[in-house]
């Protein structure tokens, strides 16, 4: 996920930090920098991918570096950093809030890490102030204060001072109550110990630790795997139904259980991708292995050596991006309990293209026209005469149709009226044609009647049809006179006037007799 | 657990004999006689009465409810005169729009009853009231399950009244008798097993009456206010017909947490004009989920995507979305954030239904946001799946992803003989299909499904230069797909034999292996050489699958048909089948036991057995008469055996004595009558052993080191990917056989 590291550059920021043993002491500044260079280090090493962003704030806000993969442009963009007026946390996070907006919209989750120095400001826009203030609720100065944020994120507050100062006191339960805010992700770091470098960067390495921690895991296909990390690290999380919630993991085993074509997964909706990177086997024990089986299979072969370039050793997610990409599949993958997601071939703009890992919503029965997962099984179980019946692929039919599929029966608008009594009479123009059909529709028209107690309707209705049947042309049907003749004194029987006993076709010699 | 208000709404309709005054609504429904018939004069226009338009606008608000969430959100209807009539109950059979309004044909039109104040609404919200303090099928089983939020369940709901009173005092008296009657009943509630208290419930009073009227004035609507804890009210006033539709429509939206689209641009060719197309614009509801990130971002805000759209004096928003012309079908899958149902505002209008069927008829139509900078950004898709119309939210912000690695970048990635086509075949083999219901054996489909891919990737080299037999399928069909059955019949394991006859038949003649000539290896290897490999992993494939007695049985007989590769030669001189068994001393039980069981196997297929089995005896003895011509004491050479192979059926014919093929005939013949004990047939000819596996793990550690040192042929088998190499538990005894030379073999000959 995203980073943005906000930085307070207030004066206090150029407090000098008092150590016995040094003579020319640090400021907090470069107590600050030196942290984040060693943040900034171990995400180039862990978490290549990820995007960062520099934001100072004092009153004011500045981005120094946009959201960029090239880290060491954040670094150079620490070592020339002015220093001005005082820490304003408001204005940091209304920036922030921005900025990601701007950049992500508001569904990909962000990290914001506030590096400050403990002190939250002073006067009418300090933190203690403004929290106040939007405690006594007034919608205005709640709608304005940019917590919670719209997007999820966690906010980690790291302060720069020593552990046992008071003014740090004070400020520990607003930062946390910021944190809370903002939904509860975060965490406020301390230094453990007297401020200097070493606690410091210790400081830095253990938010590090903490949330930016790679996630390694092995991807089965039955005895077929592969050792993957996935880019970003899959998050927790937690959903939150009608009747129930449920709170779901990422489990180091991700288990494809089967294959589908990319149109019968037709685009189901993504809580979250992830790019799936092989990593090769690490262990020695596991490449001896490898080096048996190969002499093994194939003991003549020269090369028997199986060399450490890791790019020759065949891996398994290769040869499944490569057949997904292939034969326009995706691979249904079990992700923890409960949790489902999918695999396939995914290509940004250009050329190049790798293997994704696109979470679903966690529950069994998230994706309509998947059905419940677990009684998706395989296709060749299924009994070879109901193969070919479509009924037994995906998508699921619905077992009742929604009314915009079902010529339902809505006259709020006039013109939906006039319609289906104009669908009648173009029937009634086709008789004996069009009897089964005409009779259809007047009893689409006779029920809608009867359920919308629009009786006046179907006396209408019944004279139209005797007005038609005296305008039939000498050319017409017999049949067609008897039959309008018929529908228009069942419309004003009472009989009709039961919702279930139809109108039907009357029985003439004309008529074919079913 | 969120334990939403919208989960139960009860619609409390007004039954009394002033609804069926008419609305004053007109309906001209005879327009079609003028341009037909000059001389006719139309019918005059009819009116709906009041109930009719109650009736139909709340049907509506049932209609646009049920579309978008078919499940969950449940509606009672109760209508209220003398006393109050419920029309369905909160199992989901009922939650439709034919049983309501079959339901609502048998109740009919209000009737003028005897004493018009016997009428009251009261006896209908009382009903409401009591209708919420009853669980839902899904309240109930939450309550009695035995989970730890048991007893935390929630009860809200809402009561939504349609009714007509006289004045502002009037509807004060209704409140507050609502009020007590919902504290009535939480009181008994709450003293009952069966029945919730009601913990919140909103009362929506919506007052109706014909559109020409002097009552107006009287009364005002009610902004929402809170009357106790556990009650909120709020009253809207509407004129009849399509005033009282708009104002549910716009309370679904507000009850139910739409959301509105206009899909703007929709090209429709004219009904009387074929060639001439106009475009239309159609309003969709869906929850508001499919527009939040326009809502985060403020991006509609900016942009002027969304409207104010007002009907019928009811303003609210709708987010103007651009149609876009399908593209011929692409395959692509697209980033969807979220997928949500719609219906149409107004169902059945012409372009309403166009734009439905067009989706239903499984064709995709993108949305596009229009901006003012002019360039198109795509961000919803319209799409049908099993006959519904959901909305997907595509992501339109920067992705987190962009520019990513490839793929041929990371480990694996510059291995180019992956077996794509292959796995692509296997892919498709495990399609994945909805089942209705549980498998016969109770397992979990998925579950199946999973293991079934577990057993079919027992060995499944990845790449093409790991593997010879995955090179070089046709000759080895059907064995290599028949092992991976779970179980095999008499008839698979004859077939998967012939393979292995016809491959030694081939070996013999020499036929080059039908391999595809790889780039890195100059020449390749030899022939014997080609055949030893594909031998050698032939017999690592079969033991991966070898799971049955049907399946040991063609281990065995591949192991009987080894030829024994040259190094072993030196070694241990009688390995394998193709010792002549005239030779005596070597001969192997195991060889005796395949032979036996092959000869059954064969018999048994010809079927009628006397005349079959004396043919072949006397071919047997030809091919010996040839094989063994002064030759008995050593190996015969391949290309005399070959000679024998010609003939079709004497194909697995090695180098045997009369006698032997005699005793073996005479076996089979016994055999066929009776079935061995499994115990027996393990344990070959020899003395069944008990507790055979007691010692195996010490004896397997030190097999496995002799394989591994001396690289004999029996391998261990591969288990999963490549690099990955388990050995399968070999049974010491198994091992014995092989590479021993057999005491007992001459026994075997004389019994």
Known sequence: MPTVLLLDVSLSMCRPVLQPDIAEPYQLRNLAVHGLNSLLDFINQHCKLEFCSLIIFSSSCEILSPFTRDLESVKKALLNIDFYDKTCIETALGSTKNAVLEEWGGSVPCQIILVTDGSTGIGPNSLKQRLQDIGTKTKETEQRFPLPFPFPSKLHVVCLSNPKDSNLQVSIPLYQKLIDMNGGNGQVFVPEGNLNLKTVQQMFLKLAETYYRPFHGTLHCGNLNCNISLSPPPEACEKINDFDSRKVEMSTDILICGFLDINQASNPPALSRHLVLPIPPQSLKEEGKAVMMKQDIDASDDDAVVGNDEGKQPSFCVLLHGSLKVEGMVALCHLGEDWYGMLCSWADSKKKSNLMLSTFEPGLEVVPWLGKFTQIGPASLLPELSKSVTENSFPIKLAEKRSYAQNCVVWIRQMALQADIQKILRHARKLPDKTQNFYKELNKLRRGALAFGFYELLDGMAIILERECTLLPGSAHPDAALQLTHAASALRSQVYRDYNSSIKPLCTKFSSGD | ?751
């Open chain 2, 1 to 751: 657990m969120s334990y939403p208000l919208s989960h139960k709404t009860v619609v409390v309709l007004d039954h009394s004999p002033h609804f069926l005054a008419p609305s004053c609504q007109q309906v001209e429904f005879d327009i079609f006689t003028k341009a037909h018939q000059p001389g006719i004069i139309p019918l005059a226009p009819i009116t709906k009465s009041l109930w009719t338009t109650v009736v139909e606008a709340t049907m509506e608000y049932c209609r646009i409810v049920w579309d978008i969430y078919p499940s969950g959100k449940l509606i009672r209807f109760v209508v209220s005169d003398t006393e109050a009539h419920c029309l369905n109950t909160w199992s989901q059979q009922g939650q439709n729009l034919g049983y309501l309004l079959e339901a609502l044909a048998d109740i009919g039109v209000p009737s003028q009853p005897r004493k018009k104040d016997e009428c009251s609404i009261m006896h209908g919200l009382t009903a409401a009231i009591k209708a919420l303090c009853e669980c839902s099928e899904v309240q109930h089983e939450k309550r009695t399950s035995l989970t730890e939020n048991a007893g935390s369940v929630v009860n809200r709901g809402r009561v939504l009244c349609i009714s007509s009173v006289k004045s502002e005092s009037h509807v004060r008296t209704l409140e507050k008798c609502f009020l007590e009657a919902l504290n009535e009943h939480n009181k008994l509630a709450a003293g009952s097993d069966n029945l919730m208290p009601v913990h919140q419930c909103e009362f929506t009073l919506i007052l109706t009456f014909p559109i020409p009227t002097s009552e107006e004035s009287t009364i005002h609507p009610i902004q929402r206010r809170e009357l106790s804890p556990v009650l909120t009210t709020e009253v809207y006033m509407s004129k009849a017909g399509r005033f009282l539709a708009a104002t549910l429509c716009y309370l679904v939206q507000r009850h139910f947490n739409l959301a509105s689209t206009t899909v703007t641009g929709i090209p429709m060719k004219e009904e009387q004009n074929a060639k001439s197309s106009a475009n239309y614009d159609v309003e969709l509801l869906h929850p508001v989920g499919a527009h939040s990130e326009f809502f985060k971002t403020g991006f509609a805000n900016t942009e002027g995507a969304h409207v104010k759209t007002v009907k019928e004096g009811l303003e609210y928003d709708s987010v103007i979305l651009k149609w876009c012309t399908p593209r011929p079908s692409t395959v692509d899958l697209q980033y969807c954030t979220a997928a949500h149902r719609i219906t149409p505002v107004e169902v059945n209008s012409r372009p309403s239904s166009c734009l439905t069927n067009f989706l239903l008829s499984d064709r995709a139509v993108m949305l596009e946001l229009p901006r003012k900078s002019g360039s198109r950004l795509l961000s919803h898709m319209l799409v049908s799946h099993g006959g519904e119309i959901y909305i997907h939210t595509l992501a339109t912000s920067r992705s987190i992803l962009e520019d990513p690695p490839s793929i041929s970048e990371g480990s694996g990635g510059r291995v180019t003989d992956y077996r794509i086509n292959d796995f692509g075949e296997f892919m498709k083999d495990h399609r994945l299909a909805p089942f209705k219901s549980e498998l016969a054996d109770g397992e979990l489909p998925l579950e199946k499904a999973k293991n079934r891919l577990s057993r079919q990737t027992l060995y499944w080299p990845m790449v093409i230069s790991h593997t010879t037999i995955f090179n070089m399928t046709p000759p080895l069909e059907p064995l290599l797909s028949l092992l991976k059955k779970e179980t095999l019949t008499t008839d698979e394991v004859i077939d998967c034999k012939k393979v292995i006859y016809n491959l030694i038949g081939m070996e013999s003649k020499g036929t080059p292996l039908p391999m595809p000539v790889l780039g890195t290896r100059g020449k390749g290897p030899k022939r014997e050489e080609q055949y030893r490999i594909l031998w050698k992993e032939l017999e690592t494939y079969i033991r991966a699958y070898c799971t049955t007695a049907e399946h040991h049985n063609i281990l065995d007989c591949l192991l009987d048909c080894r030829k024994p590769s040259p190094d072993s030669d030196s070694t241990i001189p009688s390995n394998g089948a193709k010792v002549s068994v005239v030779t005596t001393s070597t001969g192997t039980r195991k060889a005796e036991k395949g032979f036996v069981k092959e000869e059954k196997l064969e018999a048994g297929k010809t079927g009628n057995g006397e005349v079959g089995w004396k043919e072949r005896v006397s071919q047997f003895s030809d091919v010996d008469i040839h094989e063994d011509g002064g030759n008995s004491f050593k190996v015969p050479p391949a290309k005399k055996i070959r000679l024998g192979l010609q003939d079709d059926r004497g194909r697995f014919s090695g180098s045997q004595s009369l006698l032997t093929l005699w005793t073996n005939r005479v076996n089979a013949e016994h055999s066929k009558r009776h079935r061995e004990f499994s115990g027996r047939i393990a344990a070959g000819s020899g003395p069944a052993l008990l507790y055979q596996n007691l010692n195996s793990d010490q004896n397997n550690q030190d097999d496995r080191h002799v394989i591994a040192q001396k690289n004999i042929n029996i391998s261990g088998f591969v288990k999963g990917n490549a690099s990955h190499m388990t050995y399968i538990k070999e049974e010491p005894q198994d091992f014995a056989a092989r590479f021993m030379p057999c005491p007992d073999g001459e026994d075997i000959q004389n019994g």
